[in-house]
């Protein structure tokens, strides 16, 4: 198993600033992914973040917006630039082992 | 592109009873498919792990079953608890280093 935790938890920022959401997993992992859960949504992939890598972003997602680091096995940000309201989810961090995908709790962002 | 549909998207049922909820996907050339449940300012929790290669998994008084070949799993849940309460999402995973695809969910209520 893994245990995963972000920060921050939470969040009210305003329009056109960025914030940056830490994931710490205790175990070293391969591979880390960040999803977004939009209100009264389903979790959408946004990126695959590999250590030592570039990350790999789904369609609708640029790295522009959502800028990713890995700088090693245990840790990854992401970062939501220029925010926006529609910008407004709930950010997941989370690492496969063995099979299995383990999620952190979340960071539950407001955009004014 | 993979899609998963969830029924019913809300469900609310007195203790005790036995319940199945539904997940459907689009694309049957999946790796495998996973049963999470969320809790309100929580992450997700994992239940279930089905690889494509097997047919059910069960834990304790869950079971969940996986027909790969018509895109569907379900997952039953015997003499409902209260603490069952929470949003049962079901995800899939297609092959190499894919993140999961999500349907939107289950809302279930157990009632007192």
């Known amino acids: 198993s893994a245990v995963i935790s972000q920060k921050p938890s939470r969040d009210i920022c305003q329009r056109g600033t960025s914030l940056t959401i830490q994931c710490q997993v205790d175990s070293q992992v391969t591979m880390m992914f960040w999803y977004r859960q939009q209100p009264g949504q389903s979790l959408t992939l946004i990126a695959t973040?590999?250590?030592?890598?570039?990350?790999?972003?789904e369609s609708g997602f640029v790295i522009d917006k959502f800028p990713i680091s890995r700088p090693n096995l245990t840790f990854s940000t992401l970062t939501v630039s220029n925010m926006s309201p529609e910008d407004s989810s709930i950010y997941l961090c989370s690492v496969a082992t063995t099979d299995t995908q383990y999620f952190g709790p979340g960071t539950r962002l407001t955009v004014l | 592109k993979q899609e998963v549909t969830q029924i019913p998207a809300a469900l609310s049922v007195p203790e005790g009873e036995n319940l199945v909820l539904n997940c459907s996907f689009t694309d049957s050339a999946i790796y495998n498919l996973q049963w999470f449940r969320q809790d309100p300012g929580k992450g997700l929790t994992s239940l279930l792990l089905?690889?494509?290669?097997?047919r059910e998994q069960t834990s304790g008084r869950l079971n969940a079953s996986l027909d790969k070949s018509s895109g569907r799993s379900t997952l039953y849940i015997a003499a409902s608890q209260p603490g069952d309460s929470a949003t049962y999402l079901c995800?899939?995973?297609?092959?190499?280093?894919?993140?999961?695809?999500f349907g939107k969910g289950t809302h279930l209520i157990i009632q007192p």
């Open positions: 973040a590999n250590q030592g890598s570039e990350a790999t972003y």
């Open positions: 995800a899939v995973k297609g092959g190499g280093a894919d993140g999961l695809t």
């Open positions: 089905i690889q494509s290669s097997q």
